[in-house]
């Protein structure tokens, strides 16, 4: 099908799933049902460009692409790869997208890009102040937006917590999962990693993204922070709007 100007396909690389929709960039809605397709095991350059195009494929697109991708990308350049292979470090994966794709893509880290999605259409639209905004799932992503601008490519997820940890390594859901943990029990180790954070920027509101965003009454119970704490309107959506979104206006 033919599409407008203002609807982007937007992707979300994550460390266990692939996932794009179709986006109106006008009010963040998902024209269509979201096609997911498992990240590869080892996560490298060219099987996450295979998988990405596949997802392009499916819905016969081509124009610009919004992509949220498991790192720090500066100026379409990876530098980070805590959740995907180091071979992705120095990659320009705007450059590898795009040749693949035969599409315009634009890559951008993928808690930022879900940060943008509530900053454009979410609870963080009207709010002034510092605002946290948090994807938890394979690791921990972090969002930081000051008074509706976003500072991009913050690693909140991979500071060392007062314990010593890794916060990610200590708190990401793939933790909970990982070592069995009761919701009870994940509750009070990410109460440890919010409160650490609250001491250090002081925000006015921090919102969760990612595959927990969906179970906040199983663990919210668990959380003393003084912040206000709220799920993100688009639960696991998030990165596929705000990369379509931050795409458009780049473009």
Request: glycine share 10%; charged share 20%.
């Amino acid at each position: 099908m033919p599409y407008s100007s203002n609807q982007i396909l937007g992707i979300d690389i994550g460390g266990s799933g692939i996932k794009g929709s179709i986006v109106d960039v006008t009010n963040g809605a998902l024209l269509c049902e979201r096609h997911k397709i498992l990240t590869p095991s080892n996560a490298k350059p060219e099987e996450l460009a295979e998988v990405f195009k596949q997802v392009v494929d499916k819905f016969n697109y081509k124009g610009i692409v919004g992509c949220g991708f498991p790192a720090v990308v500066q100026n379409g350049v990876v530098k980070t790869a805590a959740n995907i292979s180091k071979k992705n470090i120095g990659v320009n994966i705007n450059e590898v997208l795009s040749k693949v794709s035969d599409c315009n893509v634009l890559v951008f880290n993928d808690a930022d890009a879900a940060g943008y999605a509530s900053v454009s259409f979410g609870a963080a639209k009207e709010q002034k102040g510092v605002v946290l905004f948090l994807t938890i799932g394979t690791g921990i992503g972090s969002a930081l937006i000051i008074d509706n601008k976003l500072v991009p490519n913050t690693e909140f997820g991979h500071i060392f917590m007062q314990n010593g940890l890794i916060s990610e390594k200590y708190a990401s859901d793939f933790i909970r999962q990982n070592q069995e943990l009761s919701w009870d029990e994940w509750g009070e180790r990410l109460n440890e990693f919010l409160l650490y954070i609250e001491s250090i920027i002081n925000p006015e509101l921090i919102i969760i993204g990612g595959g927990v965003s969906k179970k906040m009454d199983k663990f919210q119970h668990k959380i003393t922070i003084k912040t206000k704490f709220i799920p993100s309107v688009y639960l696991n959506n998030a990165g596929i709007v705000g990369a379509a979104s931050l795409a458009a206006k780049k473009s």
